[in-house]
């Protein structure tokens, strides 16, 4: 029996062809892609960095934990190992779990919930079931990762339809969009695969790795910006674009003015 930290020991294997570029590195361009979230992680936090020195734990913890996404990622593409599988699923999960705990908004709360400190619970208990979960059916976990998102565009929808500011709006309508892009990618990686072997292209999954990415530096200040509304209320949350509003692609994040408006 092979061991768990094996090269190949995963029932899971996307499309591109293993070790064609490499005799370490078993996929080469989904390997290389999760560059992106190292990019991530640095940027989200110096642009926001207002909002960091408001709620620097949260932010950091976030930031961090992003950065180990990229990691085993990285880990998994170049092993394909059983081990960098779970690591690569298990960090996802608990990214989402620590920014659940950290920014869902209280007025969403069960109603047995006195405070932010039972959810906080809730959350992590729901978190430690889920990963011992994982271990039953460790090829299912990706679909289910993918489908927590269907629940963030409707706590989305939710928050938008109480704000008139038209950037956030647009900010938010430029995040689905890439997040529709890295999921398409990501499901004909995974349904399509012969017909982009025959053509010689295997590359979708290296391309979900850039896409989420792209959709997560929109969604992160769009979480912040709800949260400030709720937690910061001296605060009025306002968006700026890096480098500058007239680039075709931007990249937004949060400041802070006072005395705060109701959006």
């Not at 930031?63 to 990691?71: E, N, R, Y």
């Not at 990501?186 to 295997?202: V, Y």
Request: charged share 15%; aromatic share 20%; hydrophobic share 50%.
């Amino acid at each position: 029996m092979p061991s768990i930290f094996s090269y190949q020991s995963s029932e899971v294997d996307w499309c591109e062809s293993n070790f064609e570029r490499s005799t370490v590195i078993a996929e080469y361009y989904n390997t290389i892609s999760n560059v992106s979230f190292f990019i991530l992680s640095p940027v989200l936090l110096y642009l926001n960095r207002q909002y960091r020195q408001q709620r620097a734990f949260a932010l950091y913890f976030v930031s961090g934990l992003l950065f180990c996404v990229g990691i085993f990622s990285t880990y998994f593409h170049m092993t394909l190992s059983y081990v960098g599988q779970l690591l690569d699923e298990l960090s996802i999960l608990w990214t989402l779990a620590v920014a659940y705990a950290f920014w869902y908004p209280k007025v969403y709360f069960p109603r047995l919930f006195a405070g932010g400190k039972h959810f906080f619970w809730l959350s992590g208990i729901t978190t430690v079931i889920s990963t011992l979960m994982s271990f039953i059916k460790p090829a299912f976990n990706a679909y289910v990762l993918n489908c927590i998102a269907f629940h963030l565009l409707y706590l989305t929808r939710r928050e938008l339809k109480k704000c008139n500011d038209k950037r956030v709006h647009r900010m938010a309508k430029v995040m689905v969009m890439w997040w529709v892009l890295a999921i398409s990618s990501w499901l004909s990686d995974r349904w399509l695969c012969g017909l982009w072997q025959a053509i010689n292209f295997p590359y979708f999954h290296s391309f979900w790795h850039v896409l989420i990415a792209m959709s997560l530096l929109y969604c992160c200040p769009l979480v912040i910006y709800f949260d400030i509304n709720y937690e910061m209320p001296m605060f009025k949350p306002k968006l700026g674009y890096w480098p500058s509003d007239s680039w075709p692609v931007v990249v937004p994040y949060i400041i802070l003015e006072e005395p705060h408006k109701q959006c």
